[in-house]
Nanobody, 125 residues
Framework: QLQLVESGGGLVQPGGSLRLSCVLSGRTLDRYAIGWFRQVPGKEREAVACIGAADGDRMLRYKDSVKGRFTISRDNARNTAYLQMNSLNTEDTATYYC????????????????WGQGTQVTVSS
């Protein structure tokens, strides 16, 4: 059974950093494109970053507001994806989700096939 589990969220001060992890079980990660998303209560979920599958498009894509601050990466040997978040600000506060789709390229606008349960990130002084 396929399962995605995020971790690494927490409370951090403005300007701080966090690294989120997303572990896939039940499948091997290398064939999937990976996306990170976030959602604030009362607002639509938004895509933050994505990375293509191992054998396809490895281009990275980012939401404009996180470019230069967030870095998405993957370690297929560990079946794990990461989102390194630096220079966090209060607007980054949200529940963060990872998701995968069975495609070689990634997109910030397409629907994804499988989702994790989310991890909370709170940026506050």
């Amino acid at each position: 059974q396929l399962q995605l589990v995020e971790s690494g969220g927490g409370l951090v001060q403005p300007g701080g950093s966090l690294r989120l992890s997303c572990v896939l079980s039940g499948r091997t990660l290398d064939r999937y494109a990976i996306g990170w998303f976030r959602q604030v209560p009362g607002k639509e979920r938004e895509a933050v970053a994505c990375i293509g599958a191992a054998d396809g498009d490895r281009m990275l894509r980012y939401k404009d507001s996180v470019k230069g601050r967030f870095t998405i990466s993957r370690d297929n040997a560990r079946n794990t994806a990461y989102l390194q978040m630096n220079s966090l600000n209060t607007e980054d506060t949200a529940t963060y989700y990872c998701a995968i789709e069975d495609r070689s390229s990634c997109s910030l606008t397409r629907a994804y096939d499988y989702w994790g349960q989310g991890t909370q990130v709170t940026v506050s002084s």
